[in-house]
């Protein structure tokens, strides 16, 4: 794993939410991107090398409709860059680790990603990123 790629955060509003954490962070969202597949918006910030990714519902049976019924508003998961998304899958299976995905799929904001089951990482929720590359 190569660094901390983002933060994703649940949120019920993602409006109020931008505005939010554009008062604590000081400066605006860059992107706001709607994720089908999983059926999320987000938003962006860029913090450094690692970005916040705010997460809203699209749908009451999503995850994160589901996570934030369970858990409330909050951090969702934490992404690490990797260089070779297949190659770490592999290497976490062989390590013992479930992943939630048997192959990469597309995410936000241009990437590959997939997730380690979180009661196998001490209730964390782990999403491998790879950018993707046209």
Same mark, same amino acid.
Request: net charge negative; proline share 1%.
């Given at each position: 794993? +190569?660094?901390?790629?983002?933060?994703?955060?649940?949120?019920?509003?993602? @409006?109020?939410? =931008?505005?939010? #954490?554009?008062? +604590? !962070?000081?400066?605006?969202?860059?992107?706001? @991107? @709607?994720?089908?597949?999983?059926?999320? =918006?987000?938003? !962006? &910030?860029?913090?450094?090398?690692?970005?916040?990714?705010?997460?809203?519902? %699209?749908?009451?049976?999503?995850?994160?409709?589901?996570?934030?019924?369970?858990? $409330?508003? $909050?951090?969702?998961?934490?992404? #690490?860059?990797?260089?070779?998304?297949?190659?770490?899958?592999? *290497?976490? *299976?062989?390590?013992? !680790?479930?992943? +939630? =995905? %048997?192959?990469?799929?597309?995410?936000?904001?241009?990437?590959?990603?997939? &997730?380690?089951?979180?009661?196998?990482?001490? $209730?964390? +929720?782990? %999403?491998?990123?790879? %950018?993707?590359?046209?």
């Amino acid at each position: 794993m +190569l660094k901390v790629e983002h933060i994703g955060i649940a949120v019920k509003d993602l @409006e109020n939410s =931008n505005m939010l #954490f554009q008062r +604590l !962070f000081g400066k605006e969202h860059y992107k706001i @991107e @709607e994720v089908a597949s999983e059926a999320v =918006n987000t938003s !962006f &910030f860029q913090m450094g090398e690692t970005k916040i990714e705010l997460l809203q519902a %699209e749908s009451e049976d999503s995850a994160i409709a589901k996570f934030i019924a369970k858990r $409330g508003e $909050g951090i969702h998961h934490i992404a #690490f860059e990797v260089e070779d998304i297949h190659a770490e899958m592999e *290497r976490l *299976r062989n390590e013992g !680790f479930t992943l +939630l =995905n %048997e192959q990469p799929k597309k995410g936000a904001d241009n990437k590959l990603i997939c &997730f380690v089951h979180p009661k196998t990482a001490n $209730g964390l +929720l782990v %999403e491998l990123c790879q %950018e993707i590359k046209d």
